[in-house]
């Protein structure tokens, strides 16, 4: 079958071309294939690509003579070196196979001779359109500049991201023996090197500075003269070779085609229009330091070719295998996108000592997380542990379970139930299901549990089902509730008090977060400018001298009341669109007052108000202040505002900040996914020393775990998986095999502290082998000699 694709033409004879053309007519004999390659056929460009396991394993069995042509070439090892202020921390367990690019390109000529493919190099494709109709299907496979792409732009829609940093591709003849990670900091700013062997002659050096460090170094003025194709900028490659000197250890940089570049992330909303169809680079790529462009564009050539096998039609066949590959590579472009930023940042964590900097820097992209080295390299997390706990004793507990002491507040693990509004309230006053809801979650397990939004007057309350804490019926209701979850639970409780602003006068939110204005019964809106929330809502009050002080006489009175109903905890809405953090964005604060303009004065209401509360709030009792670091919108806050709005709320007496995002105005398009508003945690937690709160999908106990041993936050606030479970915590705990003092488990409920069993969690697998396979030894080095027996690759990240 030939899925109608009988006469194939290929643009680009890149890796992704030339195995797409060799398997697209393995498996069609009768196929017609032309390449055309603009390049000769010995050109040489780049230098060495690593895969792991999982793609090797589709390549073993989707062509046995290429991955045996290959296999013979690699490099392997498991090891990566992290090497930053002079020390170097060596983790274990991952599993690398490298070789030369070239060599590659090479295995894969042969392959496409063996199957008289006609390729046809030093000849740049006719007009794409001219292919489209003279044959059945056109491949694009013509590189990160895809001038397919480009000519479509309508069907394909292309969005490039060119990133900020600059880095360069060499080579050395200095041959590492692990992946390594080399940080420097200079007078100039951070370097870092990302360095793997993949011969016995060679390896990968990618030299990479974010912008303003490139600059100060000189290498910008040295960039400038330009260069022509095919030439490098020896001028910049001696410099790196200075610079790396010691780690060089007397051999050589090696350039080829070799300058300062930036990285584009290339997306595309479609990859195929008509007979045409976009792999590789052309229809994606990833940043290098997670994974290569080279083993995405080898697995869509993978799909692609067996999507033709399998469907009957050619628009069936490339619709299967967008839908087959874009998943995969939009998983991969997420781990990407996070590493990526992870480098450009690098500064705000080369303060961390050396084993924290390596964990943090080998969970950067979320894939690789505390629970996976802890399989891979157990010696290495356990001297993590102990170097950021300086305690022995604490190898055992993850770290979610060690405790934090908050102000005078002793608690007796790191996870939070954040704010989760229940919408329930009658009149105001917290409800049955408030009380359900807050013993359910102080029975969990959680170290400190919040209560949602709670309302400073009738008219800051969100929606008309929010409760208040304005009243003495209200404060009689609230310590009612928490006298009654502390029968049952010594849990500290933390109440949010906030007046909603221009999100006032609300019905109760759907799904998507936002319910639409009240119809009947709502109420004036005050927020800092008269700018509705979205186009139906109301206009709110611009809020006028006598106003802004009764909101932190509010504040105030409210936070008497919480300490008198009993709160441990206290947290300040100054974060999601609410009236606080209206004054704190420039999107949505307009005033020409002293309340508006440059920061210092957003600051001042909020500021006012933490002054006011931190006076009538017990001194040993946590104060938070929950902010949204960034809007998620053109023109809003900005990583210095959030950390200067963060220093002042320190200097005014807050204990920690809960650092959320978003929802500050209706149009914002946070990127949501796991962990994604953490950085901004980290960025807080460094520049401000402060004790943070990350927040936002964080879901499961081995993030949780990451986020806390890479020093990323002191506590994390996991909030719709303690809806899904409210015993959440203590799942966790048992999960990871903890039954410490940092996991309470009510008494009567003692008897369940194991995960009951199910079908077959009786079973017991028989042994099937004669002689055990011995388990691979954690840590394997590059050794150049006879071909070795593979190190099997468990790191799902690590695929360059
Ligand atoms: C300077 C540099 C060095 C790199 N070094 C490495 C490395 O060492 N290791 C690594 O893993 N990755 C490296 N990469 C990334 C890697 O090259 C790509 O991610 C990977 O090769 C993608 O494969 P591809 O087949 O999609 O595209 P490519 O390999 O880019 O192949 C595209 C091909 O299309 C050809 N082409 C383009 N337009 C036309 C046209 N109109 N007519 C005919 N031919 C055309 C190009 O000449 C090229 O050969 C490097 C990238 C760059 C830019
Ligand atoms: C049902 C629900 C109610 C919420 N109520 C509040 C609230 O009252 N105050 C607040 O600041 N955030 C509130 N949030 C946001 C959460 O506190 C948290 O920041 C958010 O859900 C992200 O964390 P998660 O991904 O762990 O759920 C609410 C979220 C949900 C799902």
Redesign the pocket.
């Known amino acids: 079958m030939t899925g109608g694709a009988g006469r194939v033409a290929v ?9 797409f053309a060799a398997l697209a007519r393995q498996s069609a004999p009768g196929r017609e294939i032309t390449v ?4 000769g056929r010995d ?1 040489e ?6 895969f792991s396991d999982e793609t090797l394993d589709g390549i073993a069995q989707a062509d046995p003579r290429v991955f045996a042509a290959m296999s013979a070439e690699f490099a392997r090892w498991s090891d990566i070196d992290v090497r930053h202020a002079g020390q170097v921390r060596t983790c274990g367990g991952h599993g690398f196979a490298a070789l030369d ?1 070239n060599r590659l390109r090479a295995i894969l000529q042969r392959r496409c001779a063996e199957l008289a493919v006609d390729v046809r190099y030093r ?3 006719p007009p794409v359109g001219r292919l489209a109709e003279e044959y059945d299907l056109v491949v694009a ?8 792409r480009t000519a479509y732009p309508d069907a394909f829609r292309p969005e490039l991201d060119e990133r900020p940093s600059r880095y360069m ?1 060499l ?1 050395t003849d200095k041959v590492f023996d692990a992946f390594t990670f080399i940080v420097e900091r200079f007078d100039f700013g951070v370097l870092q090197v990302h360095a793997y062997p ?1 011969s016995a002659e060679r390896s ?1 050096f ?1 030299v990479e500075l974010a912008e303003e460090p490139w600059r100060r170094a000189g290498f910008e003025a040295l960039a400038a003269r330009g260069f022509a194709r095919g030439e490098s900028d020896t001028a910049s490659v001696r410099r790196c070779a200075e610079l790396l000197a010691g780690h060089l250890e007397g051999h050589r940089l090696i350039p ?3 300058r300062w ?1 930036r990285f584009t992330t290339v997306r595309n909303a479609r990859w195929r229009h008509r007979n045409l169809v976009l ?5 994606h ?1 990833a940043h ?1 330091s997670i994974g ?6 080898l697995e ?2 993978l799909a692609l070719a067996a999507s033709l096998g399998e469907q009957p039609t050619l628009e069936g066949a490339l619709a299967a295998y967008e839908a087959e590959r874009r998943p995969v590579v939009e998983s991969a472009q997420r781990a990407a996108q996070a590493s990526l930023e992870w480098f450009e940042t690098i500064g705000r964590r080369t303060g961390q000592g050396p084993d924290q900097f390596a964990f943090n820097l080998l969970t950067r992209s979320r894939r690789v997380t505390y629970g996976n080295l802890r399989a891979r390299d157990p010696g290495f997390v356990a001297a993590v542990d102990t170097a950021v706990t300086g305690a022995p004793e604490a190898i055992g507990t993850p770290p979610m379970f060690r405790p934090l002491k908050l102000a005078a507040l002793e608690l007796r693990n790191r996870v939070v139930v954040p704010p989760l509004a229940t919408f329930t309230a009658v009149d105001a006053l917290p409800s049955a299901f408030d009380r359900a809801q807050l013993t359910a979650h102080a029975l969990g397990g959680a170290g400190l549990v919040i209560a949602g939004m709670t309302a400073v007057t009738p008219e800051g309350r969100a929606t008309d089902r929010c409760p208040g804490l304005w009243s003495d019926p209200q404060e009689a209701a609230w310590r009612e509730l928490v006298d009654a979850v502390r029968a049952v639970s010594d849990t500290p409780l933390g109440i949010q008090l906030t007046h909603a602003g221009r999100r006032a006068s609300r019905a109760v939110p759907g799904p998507d977060g936002t319910g639409p204005p009240l119809a009947e019964g709502g109420w004036p809106v005050l927020a800092a400018s008269p700018l509705p929330w979205d186009a139906g809502g109301p206009l709110p009050h611009e809020a006028n001298a006598v106003q802004l002080d009764s909101v932190t006489a509010d504040f105030a009175a409210s936070a008497e009341r919480a300490a008198r109903a009993g709160f441990d905890v206290l947290e300040l809405q100054f974060g999601h669109g609410h009236l606080l953090s209206g004054f704190l964005s420039p999107l949505t604060n307009r005033r020409t007052d002293g309340y508006g303009g440059p920061l210092a004065q957003r600051l001042r209401l909020p500021l006012e108000v933490l002054a006011a509360v931190r006076a009538v709030w017990p001194a040993g009792r946590p104060l938070l202040v929950r902010i949204s670091a960034c809007d998620w919108a053109p023109g809003g806050t900005g990583e210095a505002e959030a950390v200067a709005i963060c220093r002042a709320l320190a200097d005014g007496g807050a204990d920690a900040v809960d650092v959320s995002t978003g929802e500050v105005v209706a149009h914002q398009r946070p990127p949501y996914g796991r962990g994604y508003q953490t950085p901004f945690a980290e960025l807080v937690r460094a520049a401000t020393g402060l004790p943070t709160v990350a927040v936002g999908a964080i879901s499961h106990h081995d993030d949780a775990d990451s986020v806390l041993l890479a020093g990323r936050a002191d506590l994390v606030a996991v909030g719709r998986a303690h809806l899904y479970d409210p015993l959440w915590t203590l799942h966790a705990a048992a999960e990871q095999g903890y039954a410490g003092p940092g996991a309470h488990r009510p008494e009567p409920w003692a008897a369940g502290s194991r995960r009951p069993p199910g079908p077959g969690s009786d079973r017991v697998a028989p042994r099937l082998r004669l002689v055990r396979e011995p388990a691979p030894p954690v840590h394997r080095r590059w050794r150049p000699g006879p071909a070795d027996r593979p190190v099997p690759a468990r790191n799902p990240e690590e695929e ?1």
């Open positions: 643009i680009g004879a890149g890796p992704g071309g030339l195995y055309f390659e603009r390049d050109d460009f780049g230098f060495g690509v690593v690019r000849t740049p494709a496979a013509d590189g990160v500049n895809s001038a397919t591709w080579a993949y990968t990618i080829n085609a070799s570049i792999l590789g680079d052309a229809a790529t290098f290569s462009g080279t083993k995405l564009a869509d050539a360059r």
